[in-house]
């Protein structure tokens, strides 16, 4: 098993890369969507017409732009593990099922063939129209440490998403009385498999894995759209589409951990098992669906001992990054909160071997 650090675009910097080889990270996933552009990296309700922020101005990345950032992170003795997230303006009508579905299908097949060149073995996305929304920061982690939660109870989910906004992100301009987007479960699984048939044989011949990532939150339904991956076992319907390692999950504990069933290690140990992992989110939560929120990785509902004992046991050699933490009452707060998750999960990593046999 291997660490590595999550890095948003705009802390994309030879300074974080060497803050994450310090840490003892050795791989770096990349999100090059640039959500906050400018603004503060923090976890926004969306509760605005603008969301997150603007990506209507977004370019396909290039072969040239993903190779330089694959030199830079080697640079600094690191290794690219993934790229996470694509722009929603990449596939807005491939989650919407509109008018440019074929061309924008055809600009991620080149990104994807793109990326192998480069590289670049893993792509992690979130099939998801509405995405990550209705959360709030505060001082729900130990000692008051601030990080983010979700409270079902203080929301209205089904406010409808502002037209010319998925993902939390706007990806063109709003028009005026426009309908509101409504979404079922059967369309966006439709969506879905048709998503999967089209890139999954172009993602195989590139050497690239497709990582889905699960929904957080983890609701039946949000601002009008039915959500994906909800439930541990819908992540078995997703693979069976196509049988493929290039068919992957973006693996991320707290989310599962979030859902109102299922078992999350023997989750995690079945789809270890089928080596369909492209990564995990290693991140620990308290609570579950309607009301939870994220906690310090030793402190959440999660055996997270557990968790490295069924990846040894099932060979997983894979990458481990925290995705996010609760950050710590300092003088830069998320990256202490980072070093802090990088050194557990480097200790548990470095004995694996002598935690014994699974208890699950």
Known sequence: MKIGLGLYRESLTDANFRFAAQAGATHIVAHLTNYFSGKTPQLSRGLDDAGWGDCSNDELWTYEEMSRLVDRVEAHGLKLAAIENLSPKFWSDILLDGPDRDKQIAGLKQLIIDAGRAGIPCIGYNFSIAGVWGWSRGPFARGGAVSVGFDLSRIDPAIPLPDGVIWNMRYRPQRQGADPVVVSDEQIWDRLQRFLLDLVPIAEKAGVRLAAHPDDPPVDRLRGTARLINQP???????????????????????????????????????????????????????????????????????????????????????????????????????AGMAYALGYMRALVGMADLLGPPRH
């Open 233 to 335: 076992e819908k992540y078995d319907r997703l693979l069976d589409i196509v049988d493929s390692p290039s068919n992957s999950t973006e693996l991320c504990l707290g989310s599962i951990q979030e859902m109102a069933g299922g078992d999350i290690y023997e989750t995690v140990r079945k789809i270890a098992r089928r080596d369909r992992i492209g990564y995990i989110h290693f991140r620990n939560v308290k609570g579950k669906v309607p009301n939870y929120y994220e906690a310090f990785i030793d402190e959440g509902d999660i055996d997270i001992v557990e968790i490295i004992r069924i990846l040894k046991q099932e060979n997983f050699q894979g990458v481990l990054i925290p995705d996010h933490t609760p950050e710590l009452e300092c003088a830069a707060p998320w990256h």
